[in-house]
Nanobody, 124 residues
Framework: QAQLLESGGGSVQAGGSLKLSCAAS????????MAWYRQAPGKEERELVS????????TYADSVKGRFTISQDNAKNTLYLHMSSLKTEDTGVYYC?????????????????WGQGTQVTVSS
């Protein structure tokens, strides 16, 4: 079964950087759009942070533009999120996701496949 496994989370001071990784089955990188979501403490909904399509096009939430970079290494079957100039409001659980139905993350959440999440904590 296709799986997603995040790593790289941790605690960092505001202004610092972290790089998240998501190891995934090769299936995702030939069939699915990929994305990073996050869920802030106390919030039920996950926020779409960044996406990368099969042709390499990227999108970013306004709150992270200029600070976060999404990328993928198809040879390593790994998705990345490089986060810099971190703010306390970036704190949350970060999830790797694949949309293998639409590829755009514009459908219902059940269209997505999810990793288990990795915690990012940014302190002031």
């Amino acid at each position: 079964q296709a799986q997603l496994l995040e790593s790289g989370g941790g605690s960092v001071q505001a202004g610092g950087s972290l790089k998240l990784s998501c190891a995934a089955s090769s299936y995702f990188f030939v069939s699915c759009g990929m994305a990073w979501y996050r869920q802030a403490p106390g919030k039920e909904e996950r926020e779409l942070v960044s996406t990368i399509s099969l042709d390499g096009a990227t999108t970013y939430a306004d709150s992270v533009k200029g600070r976060f970079t999404i990328s993928q290494d198809n040879a390593k079957n790994t998705l990345y999120l490089h986060m810099s100039s971190l703010k306390t409001e970036d704190t949350g659980v970060y999830y790797c996701a694949g949309d293998c139905v639409l590829g755009t993350f514009r459908g219902p959440p059940e269209f997505n496949r999810w990793g288990q999440g990795t915690q990012v904590t940014v302190s002031s």
